[in-house]
């Protein structure tokens, strides 16, 4: 009993993160928030950002939030310029913004592929270098989680449309991951990558339409992903329960990866 | 489902292979306190007498049983008596294992095919044995005690790393095969772990250690400790979307 909630107990830490407001961000900070963390969301609609702190405050949540597009090269210092300003700070980063783009190789045009990677590679970088400078070093102590994908560990499905940056990226968030986790280890911070296979989203809506039907039959647990499913591996992640866990990739994704 | 109940055991029924080195009663006593009843398998009810008095501390029932896990009919056995006494099965802690620090060319054959007896055909055995209570109630938990030398090679650990990396890839095989079912299986990978066996040794002799703490972005072993959250995480509801995987609890050892 004591074990259970010492080991994932939050109370006390602050955790940001980004595109907090629907699917896979929001779902990670009701997680966080119900074990006592204060979860700062960021997402570009305002009134998207509102509505999940509302969701989050009618749980019982501690939540706010920050407007921004983290795939804007200054966007990273202004988020902790406002967190500062505010007399708050960030123990925990959870790097959970991210974009694809549905492309044939052949036809991906230069700008979408560098729009994705600013998003999906860049921010995260940026993110944790500020969060790193400002509050984790200092501290001692840190914990940064990137949402990867099963598209991180894979190639494309070879009967689907490809998304050649969203896979390069997400490869690349994984060894940066395992990068940030060696340099920063010394320092007391954690870093760690969840790749999680097919969840229902509105990212993902036009490939299940599609494929959903082969992408559950290919995997062990027969089904998509679901509202809970990343909860208990963030919240090991970024616990006391995760203390000597740094640089692994943990696939969510009912066992598809292993095929 | 709120994620603060995702990690209860509340009703459940787990069972621990494995009574030396600490992490068999570590493990016992942690899943005893997220809410389980604990059977404790090992060949030695001699060494599961203090972990089961720990358990029930904890207000959870615990029950001894003898059984050697590379006997087939042994360990039937002992699935027969937990089904018997607790009534269901949820969680299988896979820990029992031996090592052997000898190289290659210095192992008696013979050594290397006990090991490969215990800890991989041990934990398919004990496996075989438990999952179909888990099959027939469409719900179980299977952790596989796993190393950093499930993905790693190191001097002098031949026969350990062939049955480390046999074990975690038969996980991958279980998880395919029970996953329709609500079966998952993962492997738990440690670095060294200081338990009580070792714990002079790695204070006396640190250089036997060097090569593994230099490597380690995190710096230092593991305890028993280190390796709970884990545990409970793979052996709850709340990684019930995670199977076939191995999770390495190594202080970013396989990440440097």
């Known amino acids: 009993m004591t074990r259970l909630k010492t080991l994932f107990d939050l109370t006390g830490r602050t955790a940001l993160v980004t595109g907090g407001s629907r699917g896979l961000g929001l779902q990670i900070c009701e997680a966080l928030g119900e074990y006592g963390a204060h979860v700062i969301l960021t997402a ?20 706010s939030s920050v407007q921004a597009d983290v795939g804007q090269p200054d966007a990273a210092a202004q988020v902790m310029d406002v967190i500062e300003a505010e007399g708050r700070r960030v123990d925990i980063l959870v790097n959970n913004a991210g974009t694809s783009w549905g492309s044939t190789t052949e036809d991906m045009p230069l700008d979408g592929w560098n729009k994705l990677l600013a998003v999906n590679l860049t921010a995260p970088f940026l993110l944790a270098q500020q969060a790193a400078k400002r509050f984790m070093i200092p501290a001692g102590w840190g914990r940064i989680l990137n949402v990867a994908s099963v598209e991180g560990l894979l190639g494309h499905h070879p009967r689907m449309t490809g998304t050649i940056a969203y896979n390069a990226s997400k490869g690349g968030l ?45 995997t062990p647990s027969g089904r998509l992903g679901n509202d809970d499913d990343l909860k208990g591996a963030a919240l090991l992640l970024v616990t006391d329960a995760g203390a000597h866990i740094t640089g692994q990739v943990l696939a969510i994704d009912g066992g598809a990866s292993i095929i | 489902m709120r994620a603060i109940d995702g990690f209860r055991l509340d009703g459940q029924v787990a069972v621990v292979t494995g009574g030396g080195g600490g992490l068999g009663a570590a493990g016992a006593l942690a899943l005893a306190e997220a809410g389980a009843d604990i059977a404790l398998v090992a060949r030695n009810r001699a060494k599961l007498e203090a972990a089961a008095q720990a358990v029930e501390a904890t207000g959870r029932r615990a029950l001894i049983v003898e059984a050697d896990v590379a006997d087939e009919a042994s360990i039937t056995g002992a699935a027969e008596a937990v089904k018997a006494a607790l009534g269901r099965i949820d969680i299988l802690f896979n820990n029992a294992g031996i090592t052997n620090p000898q190289t290659v060319l210095d192992i008696d054959p013979a050594d290397f095919r006990r090991l490969q007896d215990v800890n991989v055909t041990g934990a398919f055995l004990t496996i075989r044995a438990f999952v179909p209570g888990m099959i027939a109630a469409g719900y179980g938990r299977i952790v596989n005690m796993g190393s950093i030398l499930s993905a790693r090679g190191m001097a002098n650990r031949a026969a350990y790393c062939a049955s480390k990396a046999g074990l975690a890839n038969l996980g991958q095989a279980c998880a395919f095969e029970f996953g329709p079912h609500g079966v998952t299986v993962n492997t738990l990978a440690a670095t060294v772990i200081v338990t009580d066996l070792n714990r002079d040794l790695v204070r006396t002799q640190p250089e036997l250690y ?16 280190d390796l709970m959250g884990a545990l409970l995480f793979l052996s709850s509801p709340a990684s019930g979307f995670v199977t076939g995987q191995t999770l390495f609890v190594d202080g970013g050892y396989t990440a440097g």
């Open chain 2, 210 to 225: 060097e090569a593994i703490t230099r490597r380690t972005p995190l710096g230092r072993l593991g305890e028993t400790d």
């Open chain 1, 174 to 218: 994984i060894n940066f991951t395992r990068a940030l986790a060696a340099e920063w280890g010394a320092k007391g911070i954690t870093a760690n990558a969840l790749a999680p296979g097919y969840f229902p989203s509105r990212l993902t809506g036009y490939v299940l339409d599609k494929h959903g039907a082969d992408l559950t039959a290919d």
């Open chain 1, 44 to 63: 570009r609609k305002a009134d998207e950002l509102a509505a999940a702190v509302a969701h989050l405050a009618a749980m019982g949540i501690s939540a």
